[in-house]
């Protein structure tokens, strides 16, 4: 079992930064694949960066060149940097986990624990 527990998330106006972070109960993400997914209201939940066990990372085609995802296996932290923030990254933002080993995907039925969210909003 994993725990996942975000924070960071507020309200920006459009241009602003945010850094996300996730707590993980278990030294264990460093054998697992992590990952951001965001939630806007009346949509379906989507994929927005993970990064894989040996470090690799994809982002949303969106969020190339202003999201950042990196994690700190020794703090059992993962975190998203977001820059020039639009309108549009308003969300809610989560964590989540696979199982151990298993490869990433920006599925939602490929991660097994998920946090309960972080809000974000973004005014212009």
């Known amino acids: 079992q994993v725990q996942l527990v975000e924070s960071g998330g507020g309200s920006v106006q459009a241009g602003g930064s945010l850094r996300l972070s996730c707590a993980a109960s278990?030294?264990?993400?460093?054998?697992?694949?992590m990952a951001w997914f965001r939630q806007a209201p009346g949509k379906e939940r989507e994929g927005v960066a993970y990064?894989?066990?040996?470090?690799?990372?994809a982002y949303i085609e969106s969020g190339k060149d202003r999201f950042t995802i990196s994690k700190d296996n020794a703090e059992k932290t993962l975190y998203l940097q977001m820059n020039s923030l639009k309108p549009e990254d308003a969300a809610m933002y989560y964590c989540?986990?696979?199982?151990?080993?298993?490869?990433?995907?920006?599925?939602?039925?490929?991660?097994?624990?998920w946090g309960q969210g972080t809000q974000v909003t973004v005014s212009s």
């Open positions: 989540a986990a696979t199982q151990q080993l298993r490869d990433c995907s920006f599925q939602t039925s490929r991660y097994s624990y």
């Open positions: 990064i894989e066990r040996r470090g690799g990372t």
């Open positions: 278990s030294s264990t993400i460093s054998q697992r694949c």
